[in-house]
């Protein structure tokens, strides 16, 4: 075994398949898997499943991992000119849509700059989708509503909690809250989203009936909507809320929170990643002036 081995697993590791690394490393993707099967039967270990397209890292391979960093690190104590980029790699993002639209972009512009060869893999949808995309596998990481239950092997960071708020155009009818709700047609947030099923709940406690116009499944969508006076709709406080076009306010006095976070395995081979993403979601959640937990706390 050999630190140029180390390098190039831990180039597979962090880019997530033997093409990437490749890539990276400027090798082709035979010569990458050639000097992992060496690898292999150098330190007698299975480090990869290939019985899965592309191979993934196998428990004792991920194990295997963060000895391979530790021994990097010492290598690289060596001298200066062996230093390697530790920042570059992989990391496949999972997100709901209300996050893209929102802090998300900003968070990853300040990852390329402090990081500029980690590169990103962006994967939308709902949240509960993205939990099976987790426990397949395809994503490393999701920025997702909170659920009552975090999977099995799986951690949950809330990186901000937001209020539900009623969604009016500046025109709509409506004294308060209950009045809007009731004299308006309704833009229904779609009830499969994990924050659409919160809001049908937080109306049914409240005793609110609305008249259901139409069914969306993003927020975007649903302010176009709004925007254009063609009904009104409760949706997670945000800072593009702040439009003259909209009357914004509470759905009810609390009203309900919803967790927006990260959601990954603690023991993934990208966990660094996941950590650094954590840190940028936080400064622009709370430059958003969002309601941001303490870490401990999350």
């Known amino acids: 075994m050999d ?3 180390l390098y190039t697993f831990i180039a597979v590791v962090d880019h997530g398949s033997f093409a990437q690394a490749a890539d990276a490393l400027e090798l082709s993707a035979s010569a990458i898997s050639v000097q992992m099967r060496g690898l292999e039967a150098d330190v007698d270990m299975r480090l990869f499943d290939r019985s899965r397209r592309p191979p993934v890292l196998t428990e004792e391979g991920r194990a295997f991992a963060e000895r391979a960093r530790a021994v990097i690190a010492k290598w690289e104590e060596l001298s200066d000119s062996l230093r390697r980029d530790r920042n570059a790699g992989m990391l496949r993002i999972g997100a709901v849509h209300t996050a893209v ?10 990852m390329r700059t402090d990081n500029p060869d980690l590169e990103f893999r962006l994967t939308t949808g709902l949240a509960h989708d993205l939990d099976l995309a987790l426990r397949a596998g395809t994503i490393d990481v999701a920025l997702t509503t909170g659920a009552a239950e975090v999977p099995a092997g799986l951690v949950f960071r809330t990186i901000s909690e937001q209020r539900l708020v009623v969604l009016a155009h500046a025109d709509a009818p409506g004294t308060d ?8 047609p309704y833009v229904r947030f779609s009830r499969h989203a994990r924050v659409g099923a919160m ?6 406690e409240a005793g609110i009936r609305v008249q259901s116009a139409m069914e969306v499944d993003t927020q975007d969508g ?4 709004v925007a254009a ?3 009104v709709s409760v949706v997670p406080e945000h800072p593009g809320l702040n439009d003259p076009r909209f009357r914004v306010m509470p759905l009810g006095d609390p009203p309900p929170l919803r967790r927006l976070g990260l959601i990954f395995d603690p023991d993934s081979p990208r966990r660094r990643f996941c950590d ?23």
């Open 222 to 225: 649903v302010q176009a909507l």
């Open 199 to 204: 809001v049908e709940r937080a109306l049914a």
């Open 229 to 231: 006076g063609l009904g």
């Open 276 to 298: 650094l993403l954590d840190a940028e979601l936080r400064v622009v959640a709370r430059r958003a002036g969002l309601n941001v937990p303490d870490p401990a706390d999350a």
């Open 101 to 110: 639209s929102s802090i998300l972009p900003t968070a990853l512009r300040r």
């Open 3 to 5: 630190v140029k081995s």
């Open 177 to 184: 809250y209950r009045d809007i709700l009731c004299r308006n």
